[in-house]
């Protein structure tokens, strides 16, 4: 075996190989010939093609975000793997659970088994391009090396979610532009041949996504998104229709149907009912709510929480429920509890409490605070300003405060101008079109903003500054805009859509001068 790998110019490897081969011995004696057998009998070949090197690399690496991976030794070797091949400094630990491992997979092939002059050419997700800050450095180090991209989001049956293909050449110069080529058309089923694609697609030329700026804008950081506040059916609630009377104090409650919609099996026809104590109580707003500088109606939901003195949301379980004499919510969660043990999905290990607390996006919140919204996803960024200091209701039930759904990016502030300020640019038509081009797609089609519009504006968005002038007549402006959609009769059956182009129609003039005031301020 030295003499073999000698020859194969591996000798410096033999320690390695031997032990494999050691292992491999053992497993075949004892009778574990298995799946480890057929790694250890391949494990040389990574060290083989590094050695020998490539004219061509062509594949599909795996499609899959840092934060998915589960085993924490291999997140440690990722991690310093994207950090040896510079797509991520050591000190942006934030952008790790968004990274796609795709781009490591790039990178790693492209450096240790290409040779040089060699191509390279990967289906990528197609948000390696448009995925802001945490595929920037991807961007850097590799779009010099790129010569042509095929941009396949208008093909359709292909993957679930968009996709790309990056060809890279690896000779040390840098590349001029690539060609970048839009394919467009409906194939006739997946995996349909070369000559029916050709039959089916039309070409047209493209443009890359622009960089994101160097430096965000630094109200980044301070959006975040809200809770998860799933299974819907077992937190959205209303009083029972035609109820004679409700008792403000504990009022009976049942799910909401107007949730059942987009609730999924098995927790669609989970239902809850029962009487629960005002004080667990709140409102919510879902995107569907959501129009410039308002909403439509807020959501009614139960969440067993109480607030602290510093006004952030505290869980109560149900046997703190019952020390403090709740017997309403405890008996609630019970049957909640014992619905999410009895269908939760195999893999599932958090209780129900510490699903509805997912990274505590729902105990870091303070229900009763002044906040800007946007949406998380959709067609168009929507956002408004949400007043919970002077008290809110929902269903005519008065309630302690709101709490932000995970569709919604929240910011808490004090300052009411801060606020409108914020709302009014995030409503501006051009902040819109600028951030489109970077909307991620997940896999049912549904298109995501996330912090797209502090990311990737080319001159980020300001904090606000009270003695700007441009400033100042942006807050007069969405306060405005928020009066007159508080004026207006707002219909619930209305598709959302066309209600916000409604919207969007009435306040034109306001929405006018708001887009000009944006292009200015951030170089749009």
Sequence with gaps: MLRRLEGLGLGSHVPTFENALRLLRHLVRTGRDTVYAFVLRNAYRPELFAHRRFDLVAGNPPWLSYRYVEDTAYQERVKRKAQAYGLVASNEVRLFTQMELATLFFAHSYERYLRDGGAIAFVMPRSVLTGAQQHRRFRQRFDGSLVKVLDLEGVSPLFNVPACVLIARKDGQEAPAPQVVALRGELPRKNASYEEAQRCLAEEPAELPALPPLKPSPYRSRFVQGATIVPRTFWFVRPPEGALGVDPSRPSLETDPAVLGKAKPPWKELTMKGEVEAPFLYATLLDDDLVPFGYRRLRLVVLPIELGPDGRARLVDKRQALERGYAGLKEWLEKAEALWEQHKSATTEQSLLEWLNYQGKLIRQRPGALRVVYNAGGTYVTACVVDARAGLSAYGLNVRGLVVDHVLYRYETTAEAEAHYLAALLNAPCVDAAVKPFQTRGAFGERHFHRRPFEVLPNPI????????????????????????????????????????????ALREELQEIDRLARELLGL
């Design 462 to 505: 300001p904090l606000f500054d009270p003695e700007d002038e441009r400033h100042l007549r942006l807050v007069e402006l969405s306060r405005r805009c928020h009066q007159r959609v508080a004026d207006m009769k707002l219909p619930q059956d209305k598709r959302i859509g066309r209600l916000r182009q409604k919207v969007r129609e």
